[in-house]
């Protein structure tokens, strides 16, 4: 399984960016996939997951700004980022695990395959 993940990028305060993270070896739609993020001297942390069923869990801190999707025809999984503010800041990295209970989405070792981190950095 191999997920490559895409899309970041240098923005401003109030930008939008859309990350891709696009898998070979595993059908998404059939998995937990899950956006996590981590700044330099931070644990890594969850942002969002997409179940099977297509539920959608998000953390807090993006919650309304932040948007995760998929497409199963290209088998990629999307976050779209609005409204980025600087501590959105971060190496994000997309993660794909099967049989994740709900109680187990924001932690990162419920996932088994993880793709390369994609930098996003806002500037104020």
């Known amino acids: 399984v191999q997920l490559q993940a895409s899309g970041g990028g240098l923005v401003q305060a109030g930008d939008s960016l859309r990350l891709s993270c696009a898998a070979s070896?595993?059908?998404?739609?059939?998995?937990?996939t899950g956006w996590f993020r981590q700044a330099p001297g931070k644990e890594r942390e969850f942002v969002a997951a997409?179940?099977?069923?297509?539920?959608?869990i998000y953390s807090d801190s993006v919650k309304g700004r932040f948007t995760i999707s998929r497409d199963n025809a290209l088998n990629t999984v999307y976050l779209e980022m609005n409204s980025l503010k600087p501590d959105d800041t971060a190496a994000y990295y997309c993660?794909?695990?099967?049989?994740?209970?709900?109680?187990?989405?924001?932690?990162?070792?419920?996932?088994?395959?993880w793709g390369q981190g994609t930098q996003v950095t806002v500037s104020s």
């Open positions: 993660a794909t695990g099967q049989g994740v209970i709900l109680s187990n989405v924001r932690n990162n070792r419920a996932y088994s395959y």
């Open positions: 070896g595993r059908t998404l739609s059939r998995s937990t």
């Open positions: 997409l179940r099977p069923g297509d539920a959608k």
